[in-house]
């Protein structure tokens, strides 16, 4: 079982960054792709970005260029560096996880057996 924390979110104006985390339980973020979806009010879950166990990342296009996902090792700790906040960025944030040791890394949220229980970003215009 992964247990899956997040935190770091808030409101922030457009232009501003911020930067969320993922604290996952054992080695899940050593052996397990992780993920970051949103989901705004009203609206389906949305990838934002994805860092398989081997290092490789992905990105939706709405983020790409502004977000940057990576991880602590040493924190058991997946990052989401958030840059250029935009109003259509606000929405609640979820980590998951899944694994361990998958041969490919998925952009779709059912390929993901654990979440976080979210956190709210909202980014004011």
């Known amino acids: 079982q992964v247990q899956l924390v997040e935190s770091g979110g808030g409101l922030v104006r457009a232009g501003d960054s911020m930067r969320l985390a993922c604290a996952a339980s054992g080695s899940a973020s050593r052996s397990y792709d992780m993920a970051w979806f949103r989901q705004a009010p009203g609206k389906e879950r949305d990838f934002v970005a994805a860092l398989s166990w081997t290092g490789g990342t992905y990105y939706g296009d709405s983020v790409k260029g502004r977000f940057t996902i990576s991880k602590d090792n040493a924190k058991k700790t997946v990052l989401l560096q958030m840059n250029g906040l935009k109003p259509e960025d606000t929405a609640i944030y979820y980590c998951?996880?899944?694994?361990?040791?998958?041969?490919?890394?998925?952009?779709?949220?059912?390929?993901?057996?654990?979440w976080g229980q979210g956190t709210q970003v909202t980014v004011s215009s």
């Open positions: 998951a996880a899944r694994g361990p040791y998958l041969a490919a890394t998925s952009v779709v949220d059912d390929a993901y057996n654990y």
